[in-house]
């Protein structure tokens, strides 16, 4: 297995022979508006994709989103993603995948298996209370092959149950986490803080933990430095790689 950090939450993985783009965000820099109601408000993405957007897409298998908030499917992905690529979304997302014309969009209920990957569906939370209800539903994806590591991609997710019973469920061997710390002006942070990456370190202590969804959206507070700097102080072992980095396992 092979993952890159694209950009923010946007990967590509090579898997079994086959090459995943997990939750294109592929606008250029400043093209989105700010997150409303958030800190920092500037344009988004905060920065430019790390390499030319034909060369994200280039031979790219088949595509799984987790959600399809605009850090994570936005307008420049419904354009440029070839509408016939295998598109693997959560089943309340299927519609609006179909309304633009991705005919081979399909929704992974509980598990579905494609090519010689099986890909299951997991749970989370985008934040607490109302906030977490109202950024609902949000999926993460298990992703597995005899001959590769199984890879968990928790998606927009603070650490709560459903985390952990993944982990309990399928003990992965590396983890990719969404970072940043995203919050608005009220309440509790929706995508994970410092705290919460340890959480899953000390569950899975024997998983390769990769933390991204940092420095790339202006509500996304937590830098990867600051972020490097707790999980050290915490004893525990996290990869944050930058944009365009390519990790092999
Ligand atoms: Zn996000």
């Known amino acids: 297995m092979r993952i890159q950090l694209v950009r923010h939450a946007t990967l590509l993985i090579d898997y079994a022979n086959m090459r995943l783009l997990v939750d294109p965000m592929l606008s250029d820099a400043g093209a989105m508006a700010a997150i409303q109601n958030s800190p920092q408000p500037r344009p988004n993405p905060l920065v430019a994709l790390p390499m030319p957007v034909e060369q994200v897409l280039d031979g790219v298998h088949a595509v799984v989103v987790t959600h399809t908030h605009r850090d994570h499917w936005d307008d420049a992905a419904i354009q440029l993603v070839p509408k016939d690529l295998p598109l693997f979304c959560q089943p309340e997302d299927l519609a609006k995948m179909e309304s633009t014309h991705f005919v081979n969009a399909a929704a992974v ?87 919460d990456v340890i959480h899953v370190c000390r569950a899975a202590p024997k998983a390769k933990i990769m933390a991204v969804h940092m420095e790339a959206i202006n509500h996304c507070l937590v830098t990867r430095d600051e972020l490097a700097e707790e999980v050290e102080v915490a004893g525990v072992s996290v990869m944050v790689p930058d944009d365009g980095e390519v990790m092999d396992f």
């Open 109 to 195: 209920h509980d598990a579905r298996n494609w090519s010689k990957i099986c890909i299951t569906r997991t749970g989370g939370h985008h934040g607490t209370g109302d906030i977490g209800k109202a950024m609902a539903p949000v999926s993460g994806y298990v992703v597995q092959n005899e001959g590769e590591p199984t890879l968990y991609i928790a998606g927009d997710t603070i650490w709560c149950r459903e985390v952990s019973d993944a982990i309990e469920q399928f003990h992965p061997d590396v983890i990719v986490l969404n970072a940043g710390g995203a919050r608005f002006l009220q309440g509790d942070p929706i995508t994970m803080m410092p705290s």
